[in-house]
């Protein structure tokens, strides 16, 4: 099947705003999806879906409260994020009061060492991957998913990721 018989198959984004949110729910996935595989090649056995949670704590001590603040995110999310973070040794409780929500987690210095490799080794690859699938015209936001859904199709984002990696580009 071709590309465009595939996404003119595609009936959410034939649904256009009805769906918005199942386009963007698949989009993400794809998008996480390359990042846990180029995280995986460069030895990183953490969910990238954590990688906020490491950023947010590089600012210095939070609670879950906060961070769930902060991210926007809910808090048995960051409760559960927290747990496997503190499991893997990359962050450590630094007070605590029983309650979760109240206690307080910094990173380690294995946490500050996985970040470091973090942005040195992900971050600049994925920025400049997701920056050229979002060229083209800012006020046409279907238009632009289409363009996105093609793209991802032709070109999983897991492969642009490892082509950019094994250029080099993310040193």
Do not use: Y
């Not at 996985?114 to 942005?119: G, S, V």
């Amino acid at each position: 099947m071709e590309i465009d018989e595939a996404i003119d198959g595609d009936l959410i984004a034939q649904l256009g705003f009805l769906s918005l949110g199942s386009r963007f729910r698949r989009l993400g996935e794809r998008l996480q999806t390359g990042v846990s595989e180029l995280a995986g090649l460069e030895g990183i056995a953490l969910n990238p879906a954590q990688f906020p949670i490491l950023v947010a704590l590089e600012q210095g001590p939070r609670t879950v409260g906060a961070l769930a603040r902060r991210l926007d995110l809910s808090q048995p999310g960051i409760t559960r994020g927290i747990g496997k973070l503190v499991t893997e040794g990359l962050v450590e409780p630094v007070e605590s009061d029983g309650d979760q929500r109240l206690s307080t987690f910094a990173l380690s210095a294995a946490g500050q060492d996985l970040l470091a490799r973090i942005r040195k080794r992900i971050f600049p690859l994925v920025q400049r991957a997701v920056a050229e699938l979002c060229e083209g015209p800012a006020d046409d936001l279907l238009g632009h998913l289409t363009r996105l859904d093609h793209a991802l199709a032709k070109t999983p984002f897991e492969q642009r990721l490892r082509a950019m990696r094994n250029q080099g580009s993310g040193a």
